[in-house]
């Protein structure tokens, strides 16, 4: 089955070709939505019962398979292929990719129903998966950077879909040259890397890392890092991802949740048994990792813009995930990757669902003639929704227990076992600063549990506000409704699997500390331990349920707390308090810690006006100067001419004419 | 096949008889459109037929009897790997820029298709020439009918763009011509009887070596009229003005074909002919490379005008292909020749959008603009895919070229230092911002001008020759050995008999009579210390 991987790949591109040349081409098709959302889905969906079908017929010791197709780019001593590679890594990725993203699919056709540009969105969603698959079953550098530019430009592509907004268009260009910069890292890393095995293929790079120098194994590891900060928006260019919510929201819980912002994680994890030879290069991806995830809870708390809080919440999610790698968990970090995938997709569609039901009642009141506007994504105008909207509620809440780590949910077992990670890199070589990282991680699975509950409390909670707060939009909860069931569909089955997608990864000892048995309960662990280079566990039982205990108290705490705060309508004075509490600090975090502000005063600006005041003068001035003044000079004895003969095609006969003498005389003499 | 090939570079002329007789607008246009499809269909057999297994050797080739009493000048045509692609390259832009020039051109319709078909054969002439004071001609010939385009049909600062441009590139290839002349001499003396000679296969084998000292000269002296053409940072200024002023076709024909023409001159004379000075010199042509990339694309951020903003993009890219050529490796090599075609379609392709929305509102103003996407969807697709292939996006060919041309400066073993590479890869990122701002001005936002809710989208002509562009954007992207087996052997062999040829001319110098700046400046103690070691072992 794994020889048919290439459709995997191919059938998501065809389904793009055909809306897309379908809708630019024909007035008509482009009013079939139904067909048109059917085709993509569908496009999705049979890949992922391919993926399914491989899967199936793979066993944990499996040999990796590869399909070559073609030559790619060849010269000299250069060969890649595009190829696709069917491994334990590859193919969980494939199936989150494609049974995820054929869910979004199905919502977005509940979604975008009375968009303009449906055809158009669902090519670029197409277009999208295809690009990621190349990321994740790609078997070598090339055409895994190939899907990652790939998922930029539709990553680009969507953020900006609603382009008439320049704010809009905005948030796109600047997550295309965030990554951009990330990608000038990742291209400097395949340099070296051929440089020092000539190929960038993985077997060969993986088989021959001893001829790595380790300071070449050190820069490699860093600089392909630094193409996952951008890639997987951690610091210092995780700003991007907060500013792409301006897309549709599917296409948030779709790129910026579940598939296209883990893929650094998935790069690092595909070259652990390099990422293991430097320490130094993996303390810098968990320290990284653990400021970004705690600068990003920090933002979270403060925001009212219920998509900017899941956006800050996805960045400290995945600093989480790189904390993981830098201590050694790798298959920590795929395992909240996939967990994350579930329930950060439910939260962002959830959102989606609350967001469609709040514009429906703005559309609605100005269909009542009454000129009400209002910010349909703020959580103030918001309360009380669980009423009308029994399905989001639910869903939303179960995924909010995830993430929040409340056990037996999904997240609680992932995160778990970052955190057991990040104490057991700490018995290792930088021992007090991974124990920092675990303090620093402890308090954001704290912060993690209380700003989500924060937000579902103000959400789903209390009473509806908008009657309240904004004048013309009273008894507008009788506008308030459930989503069609194109959406609700996929929130249960998310839902689902954000509360049960955990069993996948139970870790061992919660066996074997009771049973003198050798018992392997952790599936994805031993599924995934022959194609990543894991750090032992050294703990004891004793140690590793401390960790337990310590991770369950901080989620069961942070909830109870946050009931008290948020519950009853009790949110914004809460919030209040909060704030005066915090001081300045809170007005650090609120601000974001202004580090957008700090690019623009610091390298935009001073960019910009360089090359507009200084470069462009200079070329205009100086470098064209100098040109013309040797000119004038030339012009000076042309003037002299200028008796003889006018116009310049004449001046350059007679040039031609001196030179053939020239030539003539030196020949004859 | 030989007959096709000079079929190939003459039937353009064919046109210009025609013209004299024909006055009908329509007409002529007609038989410029059909002539130009007529060469490109007759010049398809010369690429299918082509022997990439032995590219290194010219084929179809035509070799006169010398041409001028006393001298052994031919007229020596045919095609090889280095040439072939940028031949082809040339005769399939030939439709689609008549087809460019269809509506927009009003004014003495028949001299400017003229003026095309000229420069369409003075181009292939370069391409297919195999003789110096050949090429010399059919080099100098392009420059009058974009001379004419420019100066008549061009925008309100037409004269002095034109000007600029001419005395510009004048000054260097006179430069070249005392050189050119020179070297026929000197070749002449050196392996053919004290007979001129200027058959580039004889000057670039190994039987004709230049010593040190001649060399540093004559190398000079070419690459400045080649870089003047690229153009090469700090010789760049009179481009931006050229393709600011020139009408469309005249930009396409200019930033496609006439830039090539300097690297293409690079590669072929300059590195056979002068393997010593090309090693030597190579850092610090890179270094102006690196520079140009970079400034080109920093300058290019802040234009007003979008065919200006595109006129310096190629500074920057264009700095990509001189970077990959003095990397003097296959790898940097082959990039280099794939990106010079990548950036005849993809800057080609972006003059032709600009020259479009420029005849619907007679403005390039990026102010003037903005949230055109909603009004001209299928223009903006187009808009759209140029634009990424001009970024590098992998899958489309920009990236192919600008890949291999980076990874051969790292690897480089003449260049010998990471950082050329490393600087230039910036350059990737600088090509996001300035381009996707710009298109996001143009393009995206609210519509600001009344004028610009009732632009007409593309009509199927502009359709037409549009699409085939696109599909080799595609096609190279995706297949790129499709076109670099062509020209891949004979880059082999040439950097071989270069890297032979230079290590000869070293073994056969005399330190001793070398001014002390040669003995400096090709560290000829060193080397030749070097090269001895490297015998005995």
Known sequence: MAEYVWLIVLIPLIGFLINGIGGLSSEAYRKQKTLIGTIATISVFIPFLIALQIFFGMGADSEPYVARLFTWIEAGSFSSEVAYRVDQLSIIMALVVTGVGALIHLYSMGYMKDDEGYWKFFAYLNLFIFAMLNLVLGNNLILLFLGWEGVGVCSYLLIGYWYGDMAKSDAAKKAFVF????DFAFLVAMFLVFRAVGSLDFDIILNNLSAFTPEITFWVAVLMFIGATGKSAQIPLFVWLPDAMAGPTPVSALIHAATMVTSGIYLISRFSSMYVLTPEAMLIVAIIGGLTAIVAATIAITQYDIKKVLAYSTVSQLGFMFLALGSGGFIAAMFHVVTHAFFKACLFLGSGSVIHAMHHVEHELEHEGKDVHFDPQDMRYMGGLKKYMPSTYWTFLLSTFAIAGIPVFSGFFSKDEILAFVFNAGMGEYSYIYFALWGMAVLTAFLTAYYMFRLTLTTFHGTFKLPSKVKGAEDSEKYLHESPSTMTIPLWILGGLAVIGGFMGVPDFFVTTFTSSDIKINWLHAWLDGV????????SYGTKWILVAIAILIAVFATVLAYRNYDNDKGEASDAALEKRFGSLYQVWSDKYKI???????????????SDRVLAVFDMKIVDGFVNAVGGTVRFFGSLLRFVQTGVVQTYALVFIIGVILVLSLIIF | METLLNITIYLPLLALVAFMFVKNDNAIRWIALIVTSLTFAVSLPLIFNFDSANSHIAQYVTESGPLLFGLDVNYIVGLDGLSLLLFMLTTFLGPIVVLSAWTSVKKHVGA??????????????????????????????????????IGIWGGADRIAATIKFFIYTLVGSLIMLVALVYVGFDAGNAVNDGVFITDWRVLSGPEYQIGLVEQTWLFLAFSLAFFIKVPLFPFHTWLPYAHTEAPTAGSVVLAAVMLKMGTYGLIRFCLPMFPNAMVEFAPYVALLAVIGIIYGA?????????????????????GFVVLGLFALNTIGVQGAIIQMINHGLSTGALFLIVGMIYDRRHTRQISDFGGLAGVIPVFAVFFMIATFSSIGLPGLNGFVGEFLILMGAFTSETLDNIWFAIFGTTGVILAAVYMLWMFQRVMFGPIKHEENKNIKDLNAREIGLLVPVMIFIVWIGIRPTHFTQFSEHQVNVLLEEAAQKKNEI????????????ANKLYKVEINLAELKGDNNE
């Open chain 1, 532 to 539: 990543t280079s894991d750090s032992a566990l050294v703990l």
């Open chain 1, 179 to 182: 990554n951009r910069v990330g």
């Open chain 1, 596 to 610: 957008d502000e700090i690019y623009d005063a610091s390298i935009i600006q001073p960019t910009f006006k360089l």
């Open chain 2, 112 to 149: 400017f298709f003229a003026m095309l078909m000229l420069l369409q054969t003075g181009s292939l002439g370069v391409f297919a020439s195999l003789d110096l004071i050949l090429f010399y001609i059919f080099f100098e010939l392009t420059l009058i009918p974009m001379y004419f385009l």
């Open chain 2, 298 to 318: 920093l300058v290019a951020m802040v234009q007003k005008d979008v065919k200006k903003l595109v006129a310096y993009s190629s500074v920057s890219h264009l």
């Open chain 2, 506 to 517: 070293l073994m056969s110098t005399n330190p001793a009579e070398l001014p002390s700046w």
